[in-house]
């Protein structure tokens, strides 16, 4: 090169690794051919070469014709009788790749283990697989036969058009189980690749290339299918513990709390309230005569009522409150931030209402009764078996006086005396 960063002479071995001919090359800067990125500290190295310094082992990135990208490692000095650069220069290109598969895939198995929850997971997967392909955008979707496909995650704001052509790429790729890439006339290219695991694929990966490297190299889209097998086992793994976290924690039937995180958080709002002065209340809910819609209808049809009941109870109650599945058709809630018993009461008496609403349920109208005990923190108990105990005997005696209805604890008081 000259001193400007013109070539001046390549040897016959720059076609294979830049893809030009030599004399396509000659009289051109470099900066023509030099990844954008790289451009900085490239010229830097060259003013330092022109001033005489010896430079080994420099790296820097070109853009081949094809528009892929090449690592080169050279050795550089200044001959001062030419008055120009001379360089050596070796493709260290597949020792790149493999350093960074190694990177990524030490990247995504920390993501997978230090990520809280699935969505962070997939945030730092974009981040990680927007480091080694250029992007413009990105989106992880997951599939289940069940389910179907859904775009689970999305980089920044994507438009309808965006949005239908990345679905109908990633259903196209999970249904082959294979890579895709699709170019169309005034968009960067599209690339998407399954999510295979041992047990089938799980979803896919979509990313659109940039307006500067519109298409993408085949080396890329190997990197990001062997990228894409180790974000499949991440996710797999993390989707697992979940479902465990989840099984562990909640009511399998109605995704309510189950008793366990029930009383957990029962016993941080104890704490809460003492501090506080506050008030709290205690709801034992108990559907009535639910044994005789199984007798009738049978278990499934009694499993789908409690479920409509727990979706019910949730949007009955308010934001702050908390409600659980105990077992068969025993529920309890519990109320926190109440000002009086009064406010217990009422809300009590709305999920009652909002329980005795028909069910319709295959075909059939069901109407099942709910009869609800009402204790209160701390006139009716300071700990929790205290509280549960006292709201379960006002449930009982509820049941005794007829059901449908609410009795709060130590009164007998019924808000609705009259059966609907």
């Known amino acids: 090169m000259d001193k400007k960063g013109s070539f001046v002479f390549l040897s016959q071995a720059a076609e294979r690794i830049f893809g030009y001919k030599p004399e396509e090359m000659v009289g051109h800067s470099m900066l023509e051919f030099i990844h954008p990125d790289d451009q900085g500290i490239t010229l830097a190295a060259a003013e330092q070469i022109n001033q005489g310094e010896l430079k080994l082992n420099f790296e820097n990135r070109y853009i081949r014709k094809d528009g892929s990208v090449v690592h080169l490692l050279w050795s550089a000095r200044w001959s001062e009788d030419k008055q120009q650069r001379v360089a050596v220069a070796r493709d260290i290109t597949n020792l790149k790749n493999t350093q960074r598969r190694q990177a990524a895939l030490y990247a995504i198995s920390e ?4 990520a809280d929850d699935i969505n962070q997971l997939y945030q730092q997967v974009h981040q990680i697989i927007a480091s080694l392909i250029p992007m413009q955008s990105f989106s992880i979707a997951s599939y ?5 496909l859904s775009l689970s995650y999305r980089s920044g704001d994507s438009k309808d058009a965006d949005v239908a052509l990345a679905t109908e790429l990633c259903n196209q790729v999970i249904q082959r189980g294979e890579s895709a890439l699709v170019q169309s006339e005034s968009e960067p290219q599209w690339v998407a690749v399954p999510l295979k695991t041992h047990s089938g694929v799980i979803g896919a ?13 085949h080396a890329e889209l190997e990197m990001l299918e062997f990228v894409a097998i180790q974000v499949a086992v991440s996710i797999e793994r993390m989707q697992m513990l979940a479902k465990l976290k989840f099984s562990a924690l909640y009511d399998q039937l109605t995704s309510l709390l189950n008793r ?7 016993q941080s709002a104890l704490a809460r309230a003492g501090r506080e002065q506050g ?19 049978g278990h499934l049809v009694g499993d789908e009522l409690l479920q409509q009941a727990a979706k019910r109870l949730r949007q009955a109650i308010r934001h702050t409150d908390t409600a659980a599945r105990f077992g068969g058709d025993e529920f309890v809630i519990l109320l926190e931030q109440l000002p009086n018993e009064d406010l217990a009461v009422q809300l009590a008496e709305n999920i ?10 295959k075909g059939q109208q069901l109407a099942i009764k709910p009869s609800i005990g009402v204790a209160l923190y701390p006139q009716h108990g300071l ?3 205290e509280l549960i105990l006292r709201a379960d005997e006002a449930m009982y005696q509820a049941k005794k006086a007829g059901g ?17």
Not at 352 to 361: H, M, S, T
Not at 408 to 419: E, I, K, P, W, Y
Request: proline share 3%.
């Open 352 to 361: 009652r209402q909002a329980l005795c609403q028909p069910y319709q349920i």
């Open 144 to 148: 289940e036969k069940s389910a179907g």
């Open 260 to 266: 366990e995180l029930f009383q957990d958080r029962m």
């Open 383 to 385: 700990v929790q078996h």
């Open 404 to 420: 449908n209805r609410v009795v709060l604890s130590d009164r007998m008081l019924a808000v609705n005396q009259t059966v609907n």
């Open 205 to 217: 990966l979509l990313a659109q290339n940039t307006v500067q490297a519109p298409y993408y190299s």
């Open 279 to 297: 008030i709290l209340a205690l709801l034992y809910v108990d559907l009535d005569k639910l044994k005789q819609v199984n007798d009738s209808f």
């Open 111 to 114: 993501a997978a283990y230090a």
